[in-house]
């Protein structure tokens, strides 16, 4: 991931965030593009490039519509599949198996001493990104537009851990998501910090398909709480792994995207990018293969 890709990143969030501000005018391509100070070709190329899509498409995936439409889809296939497949204490998203272990109380307690806890930045389609790691796993992944300050948040988490700035097999395995093509990645392993229901609604955020979406009651109804819908909503509000334990794909019922604890600009690009991947036949059978850049044809 270079810095033009970093740059591509902020001039798409930087499209979208306009569109939501000025929906109401319906601006053009030509509008968009001086936003972002790029003629409309340039511009154009750079959103296809990014998204496999036209702006035009893209943005079709982040309307009241379309939300409502993939939160319907997603009811006959949803949870009922993923369940009926015997999905417990793992989950799979694309073709990784992602195996989740909590933390036990001797490793967390007096602030997490015991614990080290190796830590690195990386660029990514979605801006930079913060990965930790214990002896056992992922412990942390988070968005960051401050490094420094990130990673203060890191150790608020952990105190008394011991910290080194060194990029393990557990990171790679995850940064490969972000920076290489793959079809066959090796098994990521989780090892976090949280209740016993905390760890049952992140195990269960693993099982939503890529190009879906799903609600917090929806979340509540598969965990046997119906009514626990506003606890699952603080539970994925401390999700501790961003992307790979896909929060962004939790939806209001009315089919608002509504907030993220890394953005809602960002929430928007991620389940827009998932959703072109899918349409295009790029996500398939929960398989990523991350496309080469290659125009499209079509402007918007």
Known sequence: MNIQEETNFGRVASAIHYINTNFRTQPSLDEIAEQVNLSP?????????????????????????????????????????????????????HD????????????????????????SFSDT??????????????????????????????????????????????????????????????QVKLH?????????VWETLLKIPVGRLSTYGSIAKSIGLPSASRAVGTAIGANPVAFLIPCHRVIQATGVFGQYRWGSIRKQAIIGWEAAQAENGILKDNQLILPDNQLKDGFI
């Open 192 to 200: 976090l910090k949280g209740t016993d229901f905390q760890l049952k």
């Open 41 to 93: 070709f340039h511009f154009q190329r750079l959103f296809t490039d990014w998204a496999g899509v036209s702006p035009k498409k893209f943005l079709q995936y982040l309307t009241l519509a379309h939300a409502k439409k993939m939160l319907k889809d997603s009811q006959a296939t949803l949870f009922e599949t993923a369940f009926e497949t015997g999905l417990s204490g793992t989950g799979r998203l």
């Open 125 to 186: 389609f979605f801006g930079r990104v913060l990965v930790a790691s214990t002896l056992k796993g992922v412990c942390f992944i988070a968005f960051t537009e401050d490094e420094e300050a990130e990673l203060a948040v890191l150790k608020v988490k952990f105190p008394q851990a011991h910290y080194q700035q060194q990029t393990d097999a557990f990171q790679r395995d995850v940064l490969r998501i972000f920076l290489e093509n793959w079809s066959q990645p090796n």
């Open 96 to 119: 990784l198996f992602i195996t989740m272990e909590g933390m036990t109380p001797g490793e967390y307690k007096n602030g997490g001493e015991q614990l080290r806890i190796n830590y």
